[in-house]
């Protein structure tokens, strides 16, 4: 089955030159949303991982990290909180920000997003530099969260990212080195 998933993800990314700026290569992952039962393979993988758990949130990173979590979130019974760009979301927030491979950031979540104790499962589509994911936990544990780990589609392992993270546990559908 993982040998399968694997083989069908890697059809269905594609890669985009120069985007979003010179010598970037994108990972695009909507081939994989275009196709439900490849989209709905994703979601259940990640489900697999953490069957049998307690978890009480999901954070999906604005914004491919949405595409996963929602579903994800409600696999797992769990409640889904977006981890949005500033000015995103209506309610009181708490903000980190970072530093991406092209430029920086900054995410919020709402204060309330996450109860002291909440076991917490970050999603996103991909790992690359580690810096939107490490900012993610960051956040997560300012909210009295639990990080039991985090899971992406995509992770380019060339670029080191999964020792931005630190001790949490990371799972990735596919690899690219």
């Given at each position: 089955m993982k040998k399968d998933l694997d083989r069908r993800l890697r059809a269905a990314i594609r890669d985009i030159p120069d985007f979003p700026k010179?010598?970037?290569m994108f990972k695009d992952i909507t081939p994989l949303l275009a196709d439900p039962k490849l989209?709905?393979?994703t979601v259940?993988?990640?489900?697999?991982e953490y069957a049998g758990e307690h978890i009480d949130v999901v954070v999906g990173m604005?914004?491919?990290g949405f595409l996963f979590g929602a579903?994800?979130?409600?696999?797992l019974s769990a409640a889904f909180a977006p981890a949005r760009k500033p000015g995103k979301l209506p309610y009181r927030t708490k903000s980190v920000s970072?530093?991406?491979e092209y430029g920086s950031a900054t995410l919020e979540l709402h204060t309330d997003a996450l109860k002291p104790g909440d076991r917490v499962l970050i999603v996103d589509d991909l790992l690359a530099t580690g810096g939107t994911a490490a900012a993610t936990i960051d956040l997560c544990r300012?909210?009295?969260g639990e990080v039991v780990g985090c899971l992406f589609v995509v992770e380019l392992g060339f670029l080191d990212g999964r020792k931005r993270l630190g001790d949490v546990p990371i799972q990735s559908l596919i690899h690219f080195d």
């Open positions: 010179p010598g970037i989209f709905r393979a259940d993988a990640f489900a697999e604005e914004s491919r579903p994800l979130a409600m696999e970072y530093d991406l300012q909210l009295g």
